[in-house]
């Protein structure tokens, strides 16, 4: 499926946006990369002057919304009120329908670039436009390279006079470059309604464990799974799961319970367990006290960036805001870079970073600092 309005070809795009340069301004020879400027530009500045092509391993942007609105800062806090009247603009948000699609697509076609083959994009957005940005994403990296739509309990429900539901979520769109991206796999802990669900049964110690069978279907008419385990054979149709030396070895450690109808079972303590798999649906609010609008939960990209990279893998955000991706990327040692055209983004995002100095068992956070040439000429 693909959206038909008055858009760019690819070509254009990739071949248009010459003429743009960034300076440094700082003496750094970090790889780390915090840059201040309009994100269509650098991005192809990223492509061409600094041959990051099929090098970056994650992007998480957070986009504008389509909102229609400015964000503001007033006293150093971010204004959680639309169209504020007081405080300065961080940012304004104001493109709607196929301006705004289009202004993501023109964006998303340079960063499908710089994605490596192992690569992944997660791109935040909410429910009144996500649905036509899921449309444009499936176009531009393939609807079969689309992995979640992930939702996120953002907050308290909001928008209570209005016809219709009350919202309290946005999602997150997570798309991959190929059909084998990095991925580690993410558990979270059991509550205590998964663990009396999971594992009902208890140990004389008190601990919680479940059982397991012990045979498969399907017959094997040699080596040791079709061997007798006890003098039992594995029912018609069934070969045991495993060699039976290591069934005596189980049984031997007491991790085999026999069932009510004589069928042996492997025992599968709680403790045991990493935890279960992390579902589609995440809880995890914003700050409670905003630096800057729309500032997200730093667990919310620690999970992403564990998840869908590596020690030394590259992790972009061209839509950096406060810093809370960057600062993510480097606690969990990965290369990084930053960009945004807001001076309050930026400001932000350093003093986020330089806070990082301040822990004892953190080291100082480099990065070298850009910002476009025209800037130095005024």
Known sequence: MVLDYNKKTKNDI??????YEIVKKNTSN????????????????????????????????????ATNNNFTITNGRASTISNSKSGEIAYTDNLQGANFIEFIRERLILLRELLSEQGSIYLHIDYKIGHYVKIMMDEVFGIENFRNDITRIKSNPKNFNRIGYSNMKDLILFYSKSE??????????????????????????????????????????????????KGMKPPVGRHWRTDVETMEQWDAEGLIEW??????????????????????????????????????????????????????????????????????????????????????????????????????????CEYQFYEPLMREEK
């Open 259 to 364: 069932s009510s109808n004589g069928n042996p079972r492997k025992i599968i303590y709680a403790e045991e367990r990493e935890g279960k798999r992390v579902q589609d649906i995440w809880e995890l609010k914003d700050p409670q006290y905003l630096v800057y609008p729309t500032e997200k939960n730093a667990e919310l990209l620690d999970l992403i960036i564990k998840t869908s990279s590596n020690e030394d893998s590259y992790v972009l955000d061209c839509f950096c805001g406060s810093g809370t991706t960057l600062k993510s990327a480097y606690l969990q040692k990965r290369k990084w870079i930053g960009i945004d055209q807001s001076e309050h983004a930026i400001n932000a995002t350093k003093e986020k970073l330089n806070s990082l100095s301040g822990d004892l068992f953190v080291p100082k």
């Open 30 to 65: 970090s790889p780390n990369m915090l840059i201040f400027g309009e994100n269509l530009h650098v991005l192809k500045v990223l492509l061409t002057n600094f041959e990051l092509k099929g090098k970056v391993d994650l992007i998480y942007i957070d986009p504008p919304f």
């Open 180 to 229: 084998k991206p990095i991925w580690n796999e993410p558990r979270q802990a059991y509550t205590e309604k998964d663990l009396e669900k999971l594992f009902p049964k208890t140990d004389k110690n008190g601990k919680r464990y479940t059982t397991v069978p012990l045979h498969a279907p399907g017959e094997t008419q040699n080596g040791n799974s079709s061997k007798p385990f």
């Open 14 to 19: 990739l071949n248009s946006l010459n003429g």
